[in-house]
Nanobody
């Protein structure tokens, strides 16, 4: 079955960096667009970035100059490199496959001094 497992979250100071990973299994990963979402505390889940099968990449405007989405199709893994982190980046980060509506369990990111 489809499985998405995020990792790499943690506590980081403002200005720091984290690299999130999403290990995918149970489907032909290269054939699907993949997204990152996040849910800040007390707020609704929001879209962060997408990497399509055709190589199109797009970001939420507030992260576009700090985050980088990438994918390793050979190893069925999606990444999110997050630099210059801000307290407002705090939240649970999710990997998402829109086709079929599949979510991972999330990984917590806390940006705080």
């Amino acid at each position: 079955q489809v499985k998405l497992v995020e990792s790499g979250g943690g506590l980081v100071q403002p200005g720091g960096s984290l690299r999130l990973s999403c290990a995918a299994s149970g489907f032909d990963f290269p054939r699907y667009d993949m997204h990152w979402y996040r849910q800040p505390p007390g707020k609704q889940r929001e879209w962060v970035a997408v990497f399509t099968t055709g190589g199109f990449i797009n970001y939420k405007s507030t992260v576009a100059d700090r985050f980088t989405i990438s994918r390793d199709n050979a190893n069925s893994t999606l990444f999110l490199q997050m630099n210059y982190l801000k307290p407002e980046d705090t939240g649970i980060y999710y990997c998402y496959r829109r086709t079929g509506d599949f979510w991972g369990q999330g990984t917590q990111v806390v940006v705080s001094s």
